[in-house]
């Protein structure tokens, strides 16, 4: 075992789970978060098929995951806000129109307004001091005459968490495909868009309530559009690490190993922190935790196997370990006790032998030797 900064490498090392909740009954999951609250526990969010939205409370002193029902009938988007809250999203049927909720899931207030939402979008969100920064891209596609086409369309607004309405409405800006937002100053926002396998990353004035495009003046002396990083195939948004960089990680462009880099506004160019020869595999999760480091969670590819591996700002990322498993992490998070949770799912074929699948989620604890800088 070396020595790499402050942090120990240890591509051999062995992390394991302690399973604290096991459900079966839910849709197919395609996306999560675990959201930190008062007292150790944690609020599981679910997104599932045919756009169900499904919550679910940790309690640590009971050792009990229940089902947090959602106070709006039919949630079309959900984001974590602030102070341990979660906005929710309703659009009114037929209109441009819905229902917004700031809703905190552990005493069940709510904070509720209308306004202007896009129909049929998806939702990225990111929260800056009092500013939830919404993105909303809306995709279109279609063939005729032989040909396929993909339309995209992009809008941007802020909610102030305050008083618990519109800071800036929903405005459209160029079509990004965005697929994360993240504020990096009060006016500015870094966004990665584009397809998985075309990503491109832009700078955009958040504060800005009308359309801005190609033509956008440089901020802070910076051209607008950044590109990617280079030798990475598919980049994924891992974060904001404690220092306020951007993390994106992703597979190298040789089929084999991963790159971690960072970039911000002090900085502007893409650094790579982190690079692997191997295993081939898919980026899963990450999450920053309170001691400043940002786990990274790596998927490896044929193998029921997971790698952790850890970023501080200063030093190279190092590899802390495996997890062995038929678990595929979904989110991880960590709590206000400092323990780390992990939400993963487990899919196998029914023994009846027709194709069938058996679903199992669940929430663990990730007991590693140390979650302590050395």
């Known amino acids: 075992m070396t020595m790499n900064g402050r942090l120990r490498d240890d591509p051999q090392g ?14 197919t999951v395609y996306a999560g978060a675990l959201l930190p609250l008062a007292q150790g526990a944690m609020l599981l969010m679910l997104n599932g098929g045919h756009g169900s939205k499904r919550t679910y409370l940790y ?61 049929g979008t998806e939702l990225r969100a990111d929260v800056y001091g009092d500013d939830l920064v919404l993105i909303a891209n809306r995709n279109t596609s279609g063939s005729a005459c032989g040909f396929e086409w993909s339309d995209d369309d992009t809008f941007a607004a802020v909610i102030d968490l305050c008083s618990g309405a519109f800071k800036v409405p929903f405005h459209p800006i160029e079509s990004l495909g965005a697929a994360a937002v993240a504020m990096l100053d009060p006016t500015v926002c870094f966004i ?38 280079p030798r990475v195939m598919i980049v994924e948004y891992a974060g904001r690490d404690s220092a306020g960089g951007i993390l994106l990680c992703g597979p190298r462009y040789s089929g084999t190993g991963s790159i971690l880099s960072r970039w911000t506004l002090d900085r502007p160019e893409f650094e790579t922190v982190g690079r692997w020869d191997g295993p081939a595999g898919w980026f899963e999760c990450a999450a920053t935790l309170r001691d400043g480091s940002t786990l990274v969670f790596w998927r490896v590819k044929g193998e029921n196997q997971t790698i952790v591996r850890r970023y501080v700002p200063g030093a190279e990322a190092v590899t802390m370990g495996r997890i062995g498993g038929a678990d595929v992490v979904v989110c991880v998070g960590q709590a206000s006790d400092g323990r780390v949770y992990v939400f993963g799912i ?9 194709g069938s699948k058996k679903t199992v989620n669940r929430l663990s604890i990730l007991t590693p030797p140390e979650l302590s800088l050395g």
């Not at 909740?21 to 849709?27: I, Q």
């Not at 998985?196 to 009308?210: G, K, M, P, Q």
């Open 59 to 119: 309690d640590p002193q009971k050792n009990r995951l229940v089902n947090r029902t959602l106070p709006l009938r039919k949630v079309t988007h959900m984001v974590s806000a602030s102070a341990g809250r979660v906005l929710l999203v309703q659009q009114l049927p037929g209109t441009a129109s819905a229902q917004f909720a700031l809703w905190d899931p552990l005493s069940r207030a709510m904070e509720t307004f209308v306004g202007l939402m896009p129909p």
């Open 346 to 354: 487990e899919e196998s074929v029914d023994a009846d032998g027709r």
């Open 14 to 27: 062995t992390l394991t789970l302690e399973t604290v909740a096991a459900f079966s009954r839910v849709p």
């Open 192 to 229: 990665l868009g584009g397809g998985r396998t075309s990503a491109s990353c832009y700078l955009r004035r958040a504060d800005i309530a009308s359309p801005q495009g190609r033509g956008t003046a440089p901020i802070h002396g910076i051209d607008v559009s950044l590109g990617s990083p």
